[in-house]
């Protein structure tokens, strides 16, 4: 939103996420005592894997992927010792039911060869899989017709991250509406900010999608 320059963005597609742990399992030992080639280093490893799966998200089959470690554990924590073990945390991230898949089987694939290329242990556990969610066309097209109504400038995208709302749909319909934030956009950090005016903007535009919404809901159900 932040980069087109629009005050408003209508969510269509929620994207699925796979979380995956990894335990990687080494030798600790004295950094001064254990030459190089004699080392099992699960934080070499591990880095490699982070490395990975960048590469594997940046990968032109996979556009619209996006793998991030968003956890690393590193034991025993000492700047005298080769790590033993590491953890990490992976969650990976597409608009693609079939793609979000085929990415974390190939990242698990690709982790379990640099595991065994450098001497180290390796353990994997999915440890939750939610699939894409297509958000219903009616309350879409009730957000874009109040925007039309109001004057507002708007463009239809998917969201990478989950919201709330990718699990209520489940159970009830819902919808998203985006608006414009400020520090490029960035949000989940401190510098997460949007203008009131901005703000309002939303505010202004939820209310005209649930008059759409109550004005269609007695020709139709949803």
């Known amino acids: 939103m932040t980069d087109a320059g629009l005050p408003v963005g209508v969510v269509d597609l929620i994207s699925g996420s796979t979380r995956v742990r990894i335990d990687i399992t080494g030798r600790a030992s004295h950094t ?10 699960a934080l070499a490893t591990a880095a490699q894997i982070v490395l990975a799966g960048e590469e594997l ?5 996979h556009h619209g992927t996006r793998i991030t470690v968003g956890k690393l554990d590193v ?17 990976i991230r597409d608009t693609d039911a079939e793609r ?22 390796i353990s994997v556990e999915v440890l939750a899989d939610a699939s894409p969610v297509v958000l219903p066309v009616k309350i879409r097209t009730a957000i874009t017709d109040a925007a039309a109504d ?10 990478g991250a989950s919201h709330d709302t990718q699990m209520i749909n489940h159970g009830c319909p819902g919808g998203i509406i985006f608006v414009s ?24 535009l939820l209310a005209a999608s649930l008059r759409h919404l109550d004005a269609s809901s007695h020709s139709s159900n949803f």
């Open 150 to 159: 109001l004057g507002i400038d708007y463009r239809v995208l998917p969201s």
């Open 100 to 121: 979000q898949r085929l990415s974390t089987t190939e990242l698990i694939a690709r982790a379990c060869e640099i595991a065994g290329s450098r001497d180290t242990g």
């Open 181 to 204: 934030g400020q520090n490029h956009g960035i949000s989940h950090s401190p510098d997460e900010l949007t203008k009131y005016e901005d703000l309002a903007v939303g505010v202004e």
């Open 32 to 41: 001064g005592g254990t030459p190089m080639h004699l080392r099992a280093d």
């Open 75 to 91: 034991h025993p924590g000492s700047i005298t010792t080769i790590p033993g073990h590491c953890q990490l945390h992976i969650d």
């Open 57 to 61: 998200a940046k990968d032109s089959r």
